[in-house]
């Protein structure tokens, strides 16, 4: 069975920096899996946070809310996936998701993505 496992979400204060991680198991071809960030708040939909596409140095796409803030990137040899995110604003509080779909290039439809981790929680505090 296919996993992808979140950390590094916590408590952090507004203007801070938190990564996260999300670790594929072995089973996952993970090389030729485009990844993508998402992320819930409470009372509100699911939405596209970043997205990488299958390969290291690849096309990377960000929502408009986390641009200039937010860094994804892809580590294919420890098949992690990385989200840094600096500048963090009380806005940016909701469940963090990682996903993988079998593409080329990272889509911002949820609806696309394979497979999905547990989440992990960020809370940003004024």
């Known amino acids: 069975q296919v996993q992808l496992v979140e950390s590094g979400g916590g408590l952090v204060q507004a203007g801070g920096s938190l990564r996260l991680s999300c670790a594929a198991s072995?089973?996952?071809?993970?090389?030729?899996?485009?990844l993508g960030w998402f992320r819930q708040a409470p009372g509100k939909e699911r939405e596209f946070v970043a997205g990488?596409?299958?390969?290291?140095?690849?096309?990377?796409v960000y929502a408009d809310s986390v641009k200039g803030r937010f860094t994804i990137s892809r580590d294919n040899v420890k098949k992690t996936v990385y989200l840094q995110m600096n500048s963090l604003k009380p806005e940016d509080t909701a469940v963090y998701y990682c996903?993988?779909?079998?593409?080329?290039?990272?889509?911002?439809?949820?609806?696309?993505?394979?497979?999905w981790g547990q989440g992990t929680q960020v809370t940003v505090s004024l």
């Open positions: 072995s089973r996952l071809s993970f090389s030729l899996y485009a």
């Open positions: 996903a993988a779909d079998r593409a080329l290039v990272a889509s911002p439809n949820q609806y696309e993505y394979d497979h």
């Open positions: 990488i596409g299958w390969s290291v140095g690849s096309m990377t």
